[in-house]
C-alpha cells in the first residue's frame, strides 16, 4: 500500500494515518477535508503529506472515509465512482446499514468495506489524533461478503498490523446493538451533563464539589454535536427504543426511592454490579 | 498526632490510614471493624499496625469515621462518648446533614469535624486503599464553627498534608449540590448498566462491541450498593429532585429524535459542549 487518502482528516481518519504510517514505511499519506485549515493542521502535525482531492483518488490504494455518518452516505458512492479497480475503500462510521444501503447497488460495491472500528475518545479533529488508538480494539465488520477477496485480504492485514480484534456482524445487528453499548452512552452522558448545568449555571462553585466519577460519566458529553447528530439521525429507531428502556428503568429506581423500598434499591444495584466481569477486557 | 484510629478500612478509611502513615511517622494506626476479615486484610496490608475496639478510643489523638453513612450516623453518638477531651473526630461520608444533626446535641459535639473528601474509586474494602487518594482533591468541610479551634487547626493540618483543598458549606447546601455532582451519577451509570445489561443478557458477545466511552459512562456501576443504598436513602429528598430533571430531560430529547427535530438535538449537545471548561481542573 503507497498511496493512501484520509477523507476527513479528524481523530479516527488522523489517527489511522498515524499508525498507517508506523507501519508502512513506503506508504504516502494524502489528506481531503472540505475544511481546509484542519488539512493545514494535519500537515503541520505531520499526519498527511500533501493535499488531494477526489480526482487524484484513481491513484489511490486505500481510501479511508471518516467524515460524519450523513456526509458519508453522500460522498461514498462519488468515492466510489472515482477510485481504480484495486483500491480498497474504508470507512469508519458508527451505523453501518445506511451506508452499506447506500451503495448496495454500486458498480464498485466490491472495492468498498463497511467497517466499525470501536476506538475513539471524547475529542475531534487533527490535534485529536493519537498513535495506536486501535491497538487491541474491536473492528466491526459489515457485509464482508460483498467485498471483493483480495481486498478483504488487504484490509485484514491492515487491522492485523493495527492489532485489532474482527467481529463480523450485519449491519442491522450491528445498529441495533451499537445503540445500547454507545449511542444511548452518549445520550445519558449529555443529559446529565445538562441538568447539573441548568442546576448549577448559578453557582459555578459548585462544580469543585464534581470528583472523577462525576468527569467520568459526563466524558462523553464534550463529544461533538457535527459528529454524533447524524448517528444519532440515522440510526433514529434503535436509539428511541434503548432511551425508552432506559427512561423506564430510571422512573422505576426514582418509584422506589419514592415508596422507601431501599432493599429493592440494593438488590437493583447488586444485579447490576457484575458489570464488572461483564467490562473484564474493555480497554 | 500519635494514636489513630480508624473505624472502618475500606478504600477511604485504609487509604486515609496510609497516607497518614506517610506523613506522620511516629503515628500508630489501629483499626476497628465490624468486619473482621477486612482488619486481617488490612494487618497483612500494612494499613493498620493494630486492632483495637471502642473502649481504646479514650487514647486517641483522631478518629476517622469510614462506615456506611446510616451505620455512620448510629455509631458516632458512642465515638464521641468513648473519646478523651483532646481527641479530633472525622467522618467522611458522602451525606452530611443527618451526621450533623445526629450529633447537634451531644456534649462532645466540639471534638467532631464533618468532612466529605471527594476522592474514591469504584472499588471497596482495604485492597481498594491507595496511596495519594486524596491529593489535590477537594474536601467539604460542614459547620467548621462548631469543632472547637484547637481541633480545627489539627484538622487542617492533616488535611494540609494530604494535599487536599478546602471548602466550607453547610450540610443542606452540601447535601442538595452533592445530590447533582455525585449521586446522580451513580444513579445514571447504575441504570445504563441495568439496560444494557438486561437488553444483551442472551447475547454477551455484544459487549464486545462496548468501547472506552461505554466503560466510561458505567464505572460507577461497579459502586458497592451497601455503601450506596444508605446514601440514597438519606439524601432521598434531594436524589429524586435531580432524578425528576434528569429523567425530564432525557424524555424531551426522546421527543426531539421522535419528532425529527435534529436541529434542536445538535443544539442541545452543543450547549452541554462547555462542560468541558467547566470540568477544567477536575482529575
New interface residues.
Given amino acids: 500500500m503507497n498511496n493512501i487518502y484520509i477523507i476527513g482528516v479528524g481523530l479516527i481518519g488522523g489517527s489511522l494515518a498515524l499508525d498507517i504510517k508506523s507501519n508502512y514505511k513506503h506508504a504516502k499519506i494524502f489528506g481531503i477535508d472540505t475544511n481546509d485549515s484542519h488539512l493545514d493542521e494535519a500537515l503541520d502535525l505531520s499526519i498527511i503529506d500533501q493535499k488531494a482531492t477526489y480526482t487524484d483518488l484513481v491513484n489511490a490504494d486505500l481510501v479511508v472515509l471518516s467524515i460524519p455518518v450523513d456526509k458519508a452516505v453522500l460522498e461514498l458512492p462519488k468515492i466510489l465512482d472515482a477510485i481504480s479497480d484495486t483500491t480498497l475503500v474504508l470507512d469508519v462510521g458508527s451505523t453501518k446499514n445506511p451506508i452499506c444501503k447506500a451503495v448496495s447497488t454500486h458498480k464498485n460495491r466490491r472495492n468498498f468495506l463497511a467497517t466499525h472500528p470501536?476506538?475513539?475518545?471524547?475529542f475531534s479533529g487533527p490535534k485529536a489524533a493519537i498513535h495506536k488508538l486501535f491497538q487491541t480494539?474491536?473492528n466491526?465488520i459489515c457485509e464482508v461478503e460483498k467485498t471483493t477477496f483480495k481486498l478483504q485480504e488487504k484490509a485484514m492485514q491492515l487491522f492485523s498490523n493495527l492489532g485489532m480484534?474482527i467481529?463480523y456482524m450485519n449491519p442491522e445487528a450491528?445498529d441495533k446493538?451499537?445503540a445500547?453499548?454507545?449511542h444511548?452512552?452518549?445520550?445519558?452522558?449529555?443529559?446529565?451533563?445538562?441538568?447539573?448545568?441548568?442546576?448549577?449555571k448559578n453557582?459555578?462553585?459548585?462544580?469543585?464539589?464534581?470528583?472523577?466519577?462525576?468527569?467520568?460519566?459526563?466524558?462523553?458529553?464534550?463529544?461533538s454535536?457535527?459528529m454524533?447528530?447524524?448517528i444519532?439521525?440515522q440510526n433514529?429507531a434503535n436509539?428511541?427504543e434503548?432511551?425508552?428502556?432506559?427512561?423506564n428503568?430510571?422512573?422505576q429506581?426514582?418509584t422506589l426511592?419514592?415508596s422507601?423500598d431501599?432493599d429493592e434499591?440494593?438488590?437493583?444495584?447488586?444485579?447490576?454490579?457484575?458489570?464488572?466481569s461483564?467490562?473484564n477486557g474493555?480497554?
Same sequence: chains 1, 2.
Avoid at 434503548?242 to 427512561?247: A, D, S, V
Wanted: aromatic share 10%.
Fill in positions: 470501536i476506538a475513539g475518545t471524547e480494539k474491536t466491526i480484534r467481529r450491528h446493538h451499537i445500547y453499548v454507545s444511548l452512552s452518549h445520550i445519558s452522558s449529555f443529559m446529565l451533563g445538562k441538568t447539573v448545568i441548568e442546576k448549577e453557582e459555578r462553585d459548585i462544580f469543585d464539589m464534581a470528583g472523577s466519577g462525576f468527569e467520568s460519566t459526563v466524558r462523553l458529553a464534550k463529544s454535536p457535527a454524533w447528530t447524524p444519532f439521525k433514529s436509539v428511541i434503548t432511551l425508552e428502556e432506559y427512561i428503568n430510571l422512573k429506581f426514582k426511592m419514592e422507601d431501599f434499591i440494593f438488590n437493583e444495584m447488586q444485579n447490576t454490579n457484575h458489570i464488572k461483564i467490562l474493555i480497554a
